[in-house]
């Protein structure tokens, strides 16, 4: 993967939106998955300001979830479909029919992943894939020691995510799965792309660019995608330029 470093998190997010846009004027009926969460805000931000101003189009796009807590309802603070709503897919009243997203609350979860997984298969894979990274090195809920070839599937997380996970909530919630994509979807996207900043990630990016392909380090499957790009900050960046 091609590792671009950029001075400041309003340049990374930027840049990391034209990738997405540039894609997206290609092909405009894509299956496209974009990370929850903190770090991709920016990008969402650009997004909808291209989607307002004209230069993109995603009526014809479908939107994949990449991850859910379980046990944690869409509609619920702190869940990944509430953040996507609030930063992605309200501004831009993007429709039902246009979102395909994990129910963490399903009674028949494994049904859920059957179902996506199927659709990413008769799509031949997903065009476009956003995710961010954990400072364990997790990809969406891809925990150290998960199978490269994983498709999406119930994830039991590790320690430090829950604890870093009570950012996204007012008070104390108890999380211990998720539902997730696999990396083998990251790896077979046809636009992949991970997204790191700040200076908390500095450490565990470090240690993906230093490392070989390792199953306890999800982060270090970059290494095995030929394709797509590593989008930092000059802070998350500043030890893996």
């Not at 702190?78 to 992605?88: H, K, L, P, Q, Y």
């Not at 997730?180 to 240690?207: C, D, Q, V, W, Y």
Request: hydrophobic fraction near 40%; aromatic fraction near 6%; charged fraction near 20%.
């Amino acid at each position: 993967m091609e590792i671009k470093v950029y001075p400041d998190y309003k340049t990374l997010c930027r840049s990391t939106a034209d990738l997405i846009v540039d894609y997206l004027l290609r092909k405009k009926n894509a299956l496209v998955c974009l990370a929850s969460g903190h770090t991709p805000r920016g990008v969402f931000e650009c997004l909808v300001q291209d989607v307002e101003n004209k230069r993109l189009d995603v009526s014809a796009c479908t939107f994949v979830s990449l991850d859910e807590w379980i046990g944690i309802g869409a509609r619920e603070n702190g869940s990944c479909r509430n953040m996507m709503d609030e930063d992605f897919f309200g501004p831009l009243q993007i429709p039902e029919s246009q979102i395909i997203f994990f129910d963490g609350k399903a009674a028949n979860l494994d049904e859920q992943v059957g179902e996506v997984n199927s659709i990413i298969d008769a799509n031949g894979g997903l065009d476009i894939m956003l995710v961010g990274v954990g400072t364990n090195g997790h990809i969406a809920m891809n925990e150290p020691g998960t199978s490269f070839e994983a498709v999406a599937h119930i994830s039991t997380l590790a320690e430090e995510t829950k604890i870093v996970g009570q950012k996204y909530f007012s008070t104390a919630t108890g999380l211990s799965k998720g539902i997730t994509l696999g990396l083998k979807h990251f790896r077979e996207a046809r636009l992949p792309i991970l997204m790191a900043n700040g200076s908390k990630k500095t450490s565990i990016m470090h240690k993906i660019f230093l490392s070989t392909p390792d199953e306890m380090l999800p982060g270090s499957v970059i290494h095995l995608i030929p394709q797509g790009f590593v989008m930092l900050d000059s802070d998350a960046g500043t030890s893996g330029e």
